[in-house]
């Protein structure tokens, strides 16, 4: 079982950067794939980041170059680091977990076991 909590998102112009952060509790977070998602109002959620128990990573194209996941598995946290960010990003944003190593659907939010809460990131031109 894994617990999460997210937190960092808030109102930013855009071109602007965020931190979002996840902090998770179980014993066995650091061997988890771990994933970021997002939903706009009247969209579907969509996959925006993952990061698997080995540290390979994967991104929507939407987001390339602009995203970064990362995981401190000392503090079991995750974290999203988000530049040059742009309207179309706003969305709430959440972090996922689901066991290591299914190598597929990394970025499906239908393959995914545990959710947090979601943090609300607005931007605004």
């Known amino acids: 079982q894994v617990q999460l909590v997210e937190s960092g998102g808030g109102s930013v112009q855009a071109g602007g950067s965020l931190r979002l952060s996840c902090a998770a509790s179980?014993?066995?977070?650091?061997?988890?794939?771990m994933g970021w998602f997002r939903q706009a109002p009247g969209k579907e959620r969509e996959g925006v980041a993952a990061i698997e128990s080995d540290g390979s990573t994967i991104y929507a194209d939407s987001v390339k170059g602009r995203f970064t996941i990362s995981k401190d598995n000392a503090k079991n946290t995750l974290y999203l680091q988000m530049s040059s960010l742009k309207p179309e990003d706003t969305a709430m944003y959440y972090c996922?977990?689901?066991?290591?190593?299914?190598?597929?659907?990394?970025?499906?939010?239908?393959?995914?076991?545990?959710w947090g809460q979601g943090t609300q990131v607005t931007v605004s031109s």
């Open positions: 179980g014993n066995t977070y650091s061997s988890y794939c």
């Open positions: 996922a977990a689901r066991p290591p190593r299914l190598w597929v659907g990394y970025l499906r939010p239908d393959l995914y076991n545990y």
